[in-house]
């Protein structure tokens, strides 16, 4: 079952600018992650917000979390042409024993930075 | 270097010929699991195992086997594949199952079914 569906599904832009992806999910969460993944490759873990938490910075990286409105987005600030991937949120859905043990993906974001 | 290792990167094979794609992870971790990718369906787990001997089902686990008899190592067995598992397979694992840490990922399998 999809937990985590993000939009848009696909997002172009210029070098430079930045880049915003959002991410919903449907049940309560544990943490939320996010994943970058370049053509076909493995993904990469970039950063993770707990249920407790509202904002969370990485360098370049800026993750918000509103648990109220089960959603999340990404922004990537001054966007260079090595950003273009697909990005995915991951959801540690809570279950009455804590965890149901499972990162549940959606199917992600396709961000193309134009040089 | 901590990495997640998976052999072969590709695969092509046919109809009902057992395979195994190994995953191999250096990092002392508890919680491998295993996904394949899908156009349009994303990633969806397959198998995970919390620890040695410890294993369960994900979401698509029919036509699949793993095992878990070392903490480092976490097999996909395919009995009698068919086209249908023609994907793209990822292993992963955490330090923990408790999902406060992020997954390390392997290269990916690309399996090819005819």
């Known amino acids: 079952s999809q937990q985590g569906e993000e939009d848009p599904q696909a997002l172009s832009i210029q070098e430079g600018e930045n880049a915003t992806m959002n991410c919903s999910y449907k049940t309560s969460i544990n943490n939320l992650q996010w994943y970058r993944q370049n053509s076909g490759r493995g993904l990469v873990h970039l950063i993770l917000?707990?249920?407790?938490?509202r904002e969370k910075h990485s360098g370049r990286l800026r993750v918000t979390l509103d648990t109220s409105k089960k959603s999340s987005s990404l922004l990537i600030t001054a966007s260079r042409a090595a950003d273009t991937a697909s990005y995915f949120c991951?959801?540690?859905?809570?279950?009455?024993?804590?965890?149901?043990?499972?990162?549940?993906f959606g199917k992600g974001t396709l961000l193309t930075v134009n040089p | 270097e901590a990495q997640v290792t998976q052999n072969p990167r590709y695969l092509i094979t046919v109809t009902g010929k057992k395979l195994t794609v190994t995953c191999s992870q250096n990092m002392n971790h508890e919680y491998m699991s295993w996904y394949r990718q899908d156009p349009g369906l994303g990633l969806r787990q397959i198998y995970y195992s919390m620890n040695v001997e410890v294993t369960d089902k994900g979401d698509v686990p029919e036509g699949y086997k793993v095992s878990r008899k070392e903490k480092r190592n976490f097999p996909l067995i395919l009995e009698s594949p068919s086209p249908n598992q023609t994907s793209l397979y990822f292993c992963?694992?955490?330090?923990?199952?408790?999902?406060?840490?992020?997954?390390?990922f392997g290269s990916g399998t690309r399996l090819t079914v005819v």
């Open positions: 991951a959801t540690d859905a809570r279950n009455s024993g804590g965890s149901n043990y499972k990162l549940t």
């Open positions: 992963a694992s955490s330090l923990v199952a408790s999902h406060f840490y992020g997954y390390t």
């Open positions: 917000i707990r249920s407790n938490e």
